[in-house]
């Protein structure tokens, strides 16, 4: 590669420079201040690490499975694997390294790193914020994690206008195997949702067994009024379908009376990560954006790989996507070169004010500082900060 072309970095891969690396990292400060308020622990995860290891998901999971790079260990020759994300490790800390009894809450922040980016316009090393809760499969936990996320998309100040989407995938999978569907037809129905395709639903349900209900799911995804007087009675008396629209239809109620400002969405056939997630699913949006804020939902068993299934559920961002187009200018103080003591003095007490001072060295002026913004001079005796 010429010399002049080393600087480029891979795609899906950028720097961050001073003005959006302070806005991120006081978001992850506040963030995980935050959630340290709310009992969520926070702990630090390698970044590599064996394979079997991370695919406590990725067995469930095919995309994160393709998510994640894989190199050899140059010291056992066993196959590693760069976190994609960061939830398996933290189930491997609940389930084996840090095992309590009871309810147990994790936060974390890193980078994650991905084969190929995950949306339009995205990174393929997001620093990735999230809070894990094992121990509970009650719906006060899901709610208390929604709640959770939704604090935290407000600290970035960001809550005006974002809508949040409810689903969950116990309906369309209890409606499955109540049906005695095979893997082919589930595959085909879990398409058709996705893509919202309702001419071709209706059609490839009518020899279905219970293919009104099954295009019911699509045709009322969004209304769960309509979606219960379109469903057999059947249907509606399956013990698990039932459990599974109770839970959803609660978990609106409660969020709505958290946060009454909020629009809440339902979809019961938003199916991403199908096969990972086992209950609940949600996610943020705000305007203009494709994108999800945040995402996450319930997975229990997660830590079964580790010998220990708990139920859990749990939440991530990237910070780098909630602070896009954010930028903070940089206030620079620039102090005279000298040891005088008054000087150093006011320097020190200038720096815990929490502002950043840059004492000139050698012949520099203040050319040689061409982001100041201030200096400190000595007004009357008396040193002051004043803008350049």
């Given at each position: ?45 390698p ?47 609940d ?7 009871g309810?147990?809450?994790?936060c ?18 997001p ?5 894990e ?34 689903g ?12 005695d ?32 209900d ?9 209304d769960l ?21 109770n ?36 996610a943020?949006?705000a ?17 079964e ?36 003591a008054?000087?150093l ?33 000595n ?10």
């Amino acid at each position: 590669m010429p010399i002049s072309e080393t600087w480029l970095l891979p795609d899906g891969v950028a720097d961050v420079l001073p003005e959006q690396a302070q806005v991120i990292e006081t978001l992850r400060r506040n963030a995980l201040d935050f959630l340290a308020s709310r009992g969520y622990q926070l702990v630090y995860t390698p970044f590599i690490e064996y394979i079997e290891s991370l695919s406590s998901l990725s067995e469930s999971n095919q995309d994160l499975d393709l998510a994640t790079f894989k190199v050899i260990d140059q010291l056992t020759g066993r196959l590693l694997g760069v976190r994609a994300d960061m939830t398996p490790q933290v189930a491997r800390i609940d389930a084996h390294v840090h095992p309590v009894e009871g309810v147990a809450r994790y936060c974390y922040a890193g980078t994650v790193l991905h084969t190929k980016p995950q949306g339009f316009n995205t990174t393929r090393a997001p620093l990735q914020l999230g809070a894990e809760l094992f121990g509970s499969d009650s719906i006060d936990a899901d709610v208390e994690m929604i709640d959770v996320m939704l604090s935290l998309i407000e600290t970035a100040n960001l809550v005006e206008g974002v809508h949040l989407d409810l689903g969950h995938v116990g309906l369309f999978r209890s409606l499955v195997k109540h049906a005695d569907l095979n893997k082919t037809t589930e595959r085909r129905l879990s398409d058709l949702y996705q893509r919202k395709a309702l001419p071709e639903l209706a059609e490839f349900t009518k020899e279905l067994k219970f293919g009104s209900d099954f295009y019911a799911l699509g045709r009322y995804a969004s209304d769960l009024t309509a979606l219960q007087s379109n469903l057999s009675a059947e249907i509606l008396q399956d013990q698990a379908f039932k459990q599974a629209f109770n839970a959803l239809a609660t978990t609106q109620v409660e969020i709505q009376a958290r946060w009454p400002n909020l629009h809440i969405g339902i979809d019961v056939v938003e199916l991403r990560s199908y096969h990972y997630h086992t209950g609940l699913m949600y996610a943020v949006y705000a305007p203009n954006r494709a994108a999800p804020l945040a995402q996450g939902g319930r997975y229990d068993g997660i830590g079964e790989h580790f010998g220990r299934a708990r139920p859990a559920t749990g939440f991530s961002c990237d910070l780098y996507a909630l602070c896009a187009g954010q930028f903070q200018a940089i206030e620079q103080i620039v102090a005279p070169k000298g040891t005088d003591a008054a000087l150093l003095a006011a320097i020190a007490q200038v720096r815990r004010n929490g502002l950043s001072v840059i004492q000139l060295l050698g012949e520099d002026d203040l050319t040689s500082i061409p982001n100041a913004t201030h200096q400190l001079l000595n007004v009357a005796g008396e040193w002051k900060v004043e803008k350049i």
